[in-house]
T-cell receptor, first 115, second 112 residues
Framework: EPEVTQTPSHQVTQMGQEVILRCVPI?????FYWYRQILGQKVEFLVS????????KSEIFDDQFSVERPDGSNFTLKIRSTKLEDSAMYFC?????????????FGPGTRLTVL | GESVGLHLPTLSVQEGDNSIINCAYS??????FIWYKQESGKGPQFIID?????DKRQGQRVTVLLNKTVKHLSLQIAATQPGDSAVYFC???????????FGQGTELSVKP
């Protein structure tokens, strides 16, 4: 069964450093998302991406965040200068179609720890 | 504003019993809801969804009920098994772009 994969599973970094979280969405999917989950809290939307453009972003997704689809398979989330409060699980998701009635498939997540 | 909330943070049930997980939402315009299951160390996994033109939808051992009058939905799991132990989230997809708004989550523990 096709699945979304994410690397690394755990990333430890120093405050102020740049990190890149990587995702490989399901191959025929065209819509991509990043969510984050701070420990013990709910999953929060960060950004949606389609056709090499950001479709929507949340207030969390400030100038320190960027997304990119560098090739035909990868989808990345970059945090330019990490802060302690960026420590969280980051989930990538993809869907075949957009819109409110289409299932999003989630990856296993990357645990980011900022020291 | 956007808000999807859950009544209880934890629920403990005996194996074989039925489980009911509740969720309240605040946006009357919400018309599509999804239940996700998140096992430890994994991403959310789709369980079942329901649109506002329905009151009830059934899947394999799961039923979702939607009460639009009181803005409440519930997930019922029949004959709960140890493999059902997880955190369950309700989510609202009220945006044309597909953004999901998650509730706080209920941790279900199944006792053997």
């Amino acid at each position: 069964e096709p699945e979304v994969t994410q690397t690394p599973s755990h990333q430890v970094t120093q405050m102020g450093q740049e990190v890149i979280l990587r995702c490989v969405p399901i191959s025929n999917h065209l819509y991509f998302y990043w969510y984050r989950q701070i420990l013990g809290q709910k999953v929060e939307f960060l950004v949606s991406f389609y056709n090499n453009e950001i479709s929507e972003k949340s207030e969390i997704f400030d100038d320190q965040f960027s997304v990119e689809r560098p090739d035909g398979s990868n989808f990345t989330l970059k945090i330019r200068s990490t802060k302690l409060e960026d420590s969280a699980m980051y989930f990538c998701a993809s869907s075949e179609k957009s819109g409110r009635y289409n299932e999003q498939f989630f990856g296993p997540g990357t645990r980011l720890t900022v020291l | 504003g956007e808000s999807v909330g859950l009544h209880l943070p934890t629920l403990s049930v005996q194996e074989g019993d039925n489980s009911i997980i509740n969720c309240a939402y605040s946006n009357s315009a919400s018309d599509y809801f999804i239940w996700y299951k998140q096992e430890s160390g994994k991403g959310p996994q789709f369980i079942i969804d329901i649109r506002s033109n329905m009151d009830k939808r059934q899947g394999q051992r799961v039923t979702v009920l939607l009460n639009k009058t009181v803005k409440h939905l519930s997930l019922q799991i029949a004959a709960t098994q140890p493999g059902d132990s997880a955190v369950y989230f309700c989510a609202e997809n009220g945006d044309q772009g597909g953004k999901l708004i998650f509730g706080q989550g209920t941790e279900l523990s199944v006792k053997p």
